[in-house]
């Protein structure tokens, strides 16, 4: 829970508001007021008044046993530019993935040291995997974490190692010189391997996505299961796929919104 | 732009936090802080002010020209419940259904007298559409949002015929009588079609979706070029794709995040 301290005065009222949708996370979908007052640790009665008016916005909606997070937000959310600029041009690449390998697609990019999915293809034959559209891993445990780190600065790749290399499974790279080595390795070959390192029995290739001045801003991946899926095969087709985005980022590059 | 007023204090904190974020949409990925202060009509203190917090919350980031939305918004808009359990549901459907017709494939739901798309697969063989995800229609106007008001209560009907049908495209039915009468076939076929009524040179098919009580709660549409799309062909598949996503809601009723 994020929340703005001012000098004595207790949190800002946006830092109340945000309290109130932070409160909100995957595995709570409803959220009764009087539980909403203890998870924020706000008065009952800003607790009520808040949420009078986050629902009069359509960020809250009413629900028989509470509230919960409103439509006005998924379409907010639907706005950002960062995403919707890469996730419009990569989607025909994505379904074009999908279909030629029946695996699951995954385009994510770098927020600080972790990946967070901008979009998900679901292939008919992958396996259930711990990835949500608008979820997050630690970069170094997953396919396109390494992708995109490989070709970040300097500044970006000391950051995921001043912190512990947090483990997802037991074939995670925790060791930092490991992990420096593999993304040396990376960078030569353009493609990024996950040999059940974000959890066991799947497997996946991914690739980085340049913008227009060259900059890594994106990574593609495949994914599948471990047994099945063989990753010399697939490597060069998500290749080929990070590489179509890239070219279509950069000729639409003076078109692209700001 | 919404804002919320109070007698005589103007806009509340919460008000203008909601002002300066309406400030964006579609067609400006970035602002500056000056333009900021014009379309809110914010002291410039004020958006100062307010825009340092957000930022702060990851719900601004700063560009070289001013601020744009912030991930943090997409992360939160991707947890609404509303439509996220939706989506996952319907996405290996959705996914089939693009694979098995080779067009664009929509999810949408009611929201008052519009169609919002939840989500939107890209067909190799279809047109470029006026529709993105989280983007409004008109529902009259379209084959997901006369699929819905079809199986929707009276009131909803109402609230839709009590305002002017807008006009699309020429071929939008702006006629309330025949609108009902279409919605009359529409509860006895399952399916709606579109003839160009949203946009010319484009027709779908669509079929609704419903929930574990009964209740309609989105719909389902293959949309292709008027001239090679095949309505009599695609209207079965979209239907059996449709019943699919009812027959796991229903299923996975009693699991679904409240």
Chains 1, 2 share one sequence.
Not at 87 to 106: K, Q, S
Not at 113 to 134: A, M, Q, W
Not at 173 to 185: F, K, N, R, S, T
Not at 186 to 211: K, Y
Request: glycine share 10%; charged share 20%.
């Amino acid at each position: 829970m994020r929340s703005t301290e001012r000098d004595g005065a207790g949190p800002s009222v946006l830092g109340r508001v945000i309290a109130v949708l932070d409160a909100f996370d995957t595995t709570t979908g409803c959220i009764a007021i009087s539980e909403l007052g203890r998870r924020t640790g706000l008065p009952k009665s800003t607790v009520h008044r808040l949420v009078g008016e986050l629902i009069s916005h359509g960020f809250l909606e009413r629900d028989d046993a509470g509230v919960r997070l409103g439509l006005r937000l998924f379409e907010l959310g639907q706005l950002v530019p960062r995403q919707r600029h890469l996730r419009d041009i990569a989607a025909p690449y994505m379904a074009d993935l999908r279909e030629a390998t029946r695996h699951t697609v995954h385009l994510a990019m770098l927020d600080g040291t972790e990946v967070l999915y901008v979009n998900i293809s679901h292939g008919p034959d992958s396996p259930k995997l711990p990835s949500r559209v608008g979820g997050r891993l630690p970069a170094h445990a997953t396919g396109v974490g390494k992708a995109i780190l490989a070709f970040s600065p300097q500044a970006v790749i000391d950051r995921v190692l001043q912190k512990e290399l947090v483990r997802l499974s037991p074939r995670t790279i925790v060791a930092p010189g490991l992990l420096l080595q593999q993304l040396e390795a990376i960078r030569r070959r353009g493609v990024a391997f996950d040999n059940e390192e974000s959890s066991l029995g799947t497997v996946c290739a991914a690739s980085p996505v340049f913008g227009p001045e060259g900059e890594v801003v994106a990574a593609l991946s495949v994914t599948g299961w471990s047994n099945r899926a063989n990753l010399q095969r697939l490597g060069p087709a998500v290749h080929t796929a990070a590489l179509g985005i890239t070219r279509s980022l950069r000729s639409l590059g003076q078109l692209a919104p700001r």
